[in-house]
């Protein structure tokens, strides 16, 4: 258990809809990343957060947005859904600059199923 | 721009055999960081190693290796007498610093045959 939580892990629904994935980092990490995983493409980088601002920002589509909150977790709205956007999308964490040993921590992953 | 690249797209081995995964990473920072990631059927990403680029040193951990050469730009990871529970997609990864984003390879899909 990396400490990574997201909800929820599986998601059904259909083209055009949209749909918000959320994340809750490790207690004491500062940064989020969001990264897609389909089945063409690996893992791609889509964006990221530290203590509540974006960071640095990957492929990220303009029908998909992100915010991270006071509390520090994170969510992900994918909008105006197509079939591919089919893919698990994966939430991480790091630690703050002191303790930042460089890896990233992922959470178990949301499924999304676009039909 | 940084690149890592995974040349073998899949693997199959015979239990018992060694296995090497190959990892080229490409970057023009001094300093960065090399990861290998484990993705097994289940799904999740596990962490396996972290290398600084400052440590060359290869490292050694049960049944796996880790060979570093700056050189080469390569960051090749070895399984010693598989077992079916490694089978699994394993991704290299490189970061520039450790507030950056990771960029990932295309991974290796590594089957054990029992």
């Known amino acids: 258990d990396s400490g990574v939580t997201q909800t929820p892990k599986h998601l059904i629904t259909a083209t055009g809809q949209r749909v918000t994935l959320r994340c809750s980092p490790r207690?004491?990490?500062?940064?989020v990343y969001w990264y897609q995983q389909s089945l063409d493409q690996g893992l791609q980088f889509l964006i990221q957060y530290y203590n509540g601002e974006e960071r640095a920002k990957g492929n990220i589509l303009e029908r998909f947005s992100a915010q991270q909150f006071p509390d520090l977790h994170s969510e992900l709205n994918l909008s105006s859904l197509e079939l591919g956007d089919s893919a698990l999308y994966f939430c991480?964490?790091?630690?703050?600059?002191?303790?930042?040993?460089?890896?990233?921590?992922f959470g178990e992953g949301s499924r999304l199923t676009v039909l | 721009a940084q690149k890592v690249t995974q040349a073998q797209t899949e693997i199959s081995v015979v239990e018992k055999e060694d296995v090497t995964l190959d990892c080229v990473y490409e970057t023009r920072d001094t300093t960065y960081y090399l990861f290998w990631y484990k993705q097994p059927p289940s799904g999740e990403l596990v962490f396996l190693i972290r290398?600084?680029?400052?440590?060359?040193q290869n490292e050694i951990s049960g049944r796996y290796s880790w060979n570093f050469q700056k050189s080469t730009s390569s960051f090749n990871f070895t399984i010693t007498a598989s077992q079916v529970v490694d089978s699994a997609v394993y991704f290299c990864a490189l970061r520039k610093t450790s507030y950056d984003k990771v960029i990932f390879g295309p991974g290796t899909s590594l089957s054990v045959i029992p």
């Open positions: 991480a964490s790091s630690p703050p600059t002191g303790g930042n040993t460089g890896e990233l921590f």
């Open positions: 290398r600084n680029s400052f440590d060359e």
């Open positions: 207690s004491g990490d500062l940064s």
